[in-house]
């Protein structure tokens, strides 16, 4: 079985940080890429951030400069790194393995 588990979710205030992070276990045989969707209420789900086995990475228009995808492919982890929060930011996040696998998603609420 191939789990998927976020931590590092939580309330912050607007303006303040955040840091994700997805372990990956089980016996998936190659990871080519780790990303962070995002779904909140009403919304569209939305990819957040990808990054590549080769370390190359993207993000949402809305996330740039202030959110930044890591990950350590020897431990199976990707991270993210939330600065500047917003309101808008609040969402649950997920943790997803190639496209495929998913986590079963961690909130983040930014409010005063």
């Known amino acids: 079985q191939v789990q998927l588990v976020e931590s590092g979710g939580g309330l912050v205030q607007p303006g303040g940080s955040l840091k994700l992070s997805c372990v990956v276990s089980?016996?998936?045989?190659?990871?080519?890429?780790m990303a962070w969707h995002r779904q909140a209420p009403g919304k569209e789900r939305e990819l957040v951030a990808v990054?590549?086995?080769?370390?190359?990475?993207n993000y949402a228009n809305s996330v740039k400069g202030r959110f930044t995808i890591s990950r350590d492919n020897a431990k199976n982890t990707v991270y993210l790194q939330m600065n500047s929060l917003k309101p808008e930011d609040t969402a649950v996040y997920y943790c997803?393995?190639?496209?495929?696998?998913w986590g079963q998603g961690t909130q983040v609420t930014v409010s005063p």
């Open positions: 089980g016996s998936i045989f190659s990871i080519y890429a």
């Open positions: 997803v393995i190639n496209g495929n696998y």
């Open positions: 990054i590549t086995r080769g370390g190359s990475t």
